[in-house]
């Protein structure tokens, strides 16, 4: 079998279509969704994350704001910020871009969004919500993987996923959405012992360990959906997976390439979430 490739950043299209025409209809009645992406210091591939998220939101009409601050900034100067972008009724979706430099804490940062404009849905109420089923802000990320399993056409409810990875912005949260989807989910993680024996029996196969390369085609059932979330850079500069992508391609029956798999999606989602977050704001 060779596996079809999942083109996340043609999905990602025609989900940024679909989204452009409703941002249209909602200017037409004078809501103009926004944007502000707060970005700390100056780690290259967070600048160049930004920009992608920046060119999404002028893709689909999205008002967008980048607030640049050098990596001197304190934590009570972020926090100003932040107050200040929660108490501005054009601001819709706040983005404070990780990693942060050390002095600054994550967890204060995140939890003093506003969580009705927490479009990263990062802050604990809108994690705990979705932990509950609850409407809520979903994860870019987690949220961009579902979409991509359900447009491969793959019934979801019933098959067995195995999520490689436990972090807060993936593996967890994925997990979760994958297990509301009625899935029978199996968590591996870097002490599990014989990942082979758990990953050869997933009908879906989520890969989020960080490390390249790192699954190939001895861990893949065959026929598995199988979707690369890892973003690594090589010595030699190119960007690659967490899976080995050819041979992996042989047996799978759908697969993410990195990039333009998951990474489009990941935007995507945060632009939907943006447009969910105005029109709830605007009610
Ligand atoms: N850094 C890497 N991924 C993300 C993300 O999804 N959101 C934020 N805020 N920062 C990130």
Redesign the pocket.
């Known amino acids: 079998m060779t596996a079809t490739i999942l083109q996340g950043k043609e999905v990602a299209k025609s989900i940024r279509e679909e989204l452009a025409v409703e941002v249209a209809e909602l200017k037409k009645q004078g809501l103009v969704p926004g944007l502000t992406v707060v970005l700390v210091g100056d780690d290259p591939a ?1 600048h160049s ?1 930004v920009r992608g998220k920046s060119k999404g939101c002028e893709e689909v009409g999205i008002r967008s704001e980048l607030i640049l601050k050098e990596a001197s900034t304190t934590e009570e100067e972020l926090l100003g910020i932040i107050r200040d972008l929660n108490e501005n009724p054009n601001v819709h979706g706040i ?5 942060l430099p050390a002095h600054i804490s994550e967890k204060a940062v995140i939890a003093a969004i506003h969580p009705e404009k927490d479009v ?1 849905g ?1 802050h604990p109420i809108n994690v705990g919500n979705m932990v509950l089923g609850n409407e809520t802000l979903l ?3 987690p949220h961009g993987v579902i979409e991509l399993i359900k447009r491969t056409g793959t019934e979801i409810s019933g098959k067995h996923a195995v999520v490689i990875g436990r972090s807060n ?1 993936v593996g967890k949260p994925v997990s979760l959405l994958l297990q509301q989807e009625n899935a029978t989910v199996t968590m591996c993680h870097s002490r599990t012992q014989n990942l082979e024996e758990f990953t050869t029996k997933a009908d879906i196969l989520v890969v989020a360990t960080g490390r390249a390369h790192m699954i190939g085609k001895e861990h893949v059932k065959p026929g598995a959906v199988v979707i690369d979330v890892g973003v690594n850079r090589i010595d030699s500069g190119k960007l690659v997976g967490d899976v080995k992508f050819d041979e992996v391609q042989e047996i799978a029956s759908f697969l993410t390439p990195v990039p333009g798999g998951v990474g489009p999606m ?1 935007i995507t989602m ?1 632009l939907k979430n943006t447009v969910v977050a105005a029109r709830k704001q605007a009610q």
């Open positions: 967070s994350y983005l404070v871009q990780l990693p990263d990062f994860p870019c990320t912005i990941t945060l």
